[in-house]
């Protein structure tokens, strides 16, 4: 018997365990990020429990849109295993720039530094969206071995729209006209707030559609 099409089924185990282990790390390493930087004022210790709290959110709406999308994509399909191998390395980097974030003590080291987590933290859904938009182009290509409900493609299309809404907010948020200083603070950290949570209230509507038909 060919032993080729056993062969994929075991790179993508290996690289969604992969997957697993970095996304793993990324959640344990941000709260150690915060651990060694201890508070010194209240207003400190609220500005670190938001800041947590935001990349905790961010990288586990990361790992279950991932999951999602490659539990319906073979990993050897077309660029699919580039995309996996970009998505690990900004999820990896995440934590460092993070901590380089929370830790700087200078504006101009602040302001590079968010303009870093910015691009990483955009990349990262930028590439969700890629691999949402390479399974929707396999789904619909004459003769795929994709069986998938009708409802699951239209859901992942739906899905890989907000995540390029989300992935060019932040990719758009690192241009200098953001890095203002508002009456809220500054306008590129208000941005991120604020598209997270108009991505919380799309979904919110998603799900109350979905129940309504």
């Not at 999820?91 to 200078?106: G, I, K, R």
Request: hydrophobic share 55%.
């Amino acid at each position: 018997m060919p032993e080729g099409p056993a062969v994929a089924p075991r790179i993508k185990v290996r690289i969604e365990g992969l997957s697993d282990i970095v996304f793993g790390l990324a959640l344990s390493i941000g709260s150690l990020v915060l651990i060694g930087n201890l508070p010194q004022t209240p207003a400190d210790l609220g500005s670190d429990i938001l800041l947590f709290i935001f990349s905790f959110v961010l990288v586990v709406i990361s790992w279950l849109l991932y999951t999602r999308i490659m539990s319906v994509l073979p990993v050897e399909v077309g660029a699919a295993l580039i995309l996996n191998i970009v998505l690990l390395m900004c999820v990896a980097l995440e934590p460092y720039t993070l901590y380089v974030l929370d830790t700087t003590q200078t504006i101009p080291l602040l302001t590079w530094s968010s303009f870093a987590y910015a691009v990483d933290v955009g990349m990262i859904y930028l590439v969700l969206a890629g691999l949402a938009r390479i399974f929707l182009s396999e789904a619909k290509r004459p003769g795929t071995e994709l069986r998938v409900h009708p409802a699951i493609i239209e859901g992942i299309r739906r899905t890989m729209r907000a995540e390029l809404f989300l992935g060019g907010v932040f990719i758009i948020s690192a241009l200098p006209f953001f890095w203002v200083l508002t009456p809220i603070g500054y306008l590129r950290f208000d941005v991120w707030y604020l598209s997270f949570g108009a991505g919380f209230l799309w979904y919110g509507r998603r799900k109350r559609d979905a129940k309504s038909q």
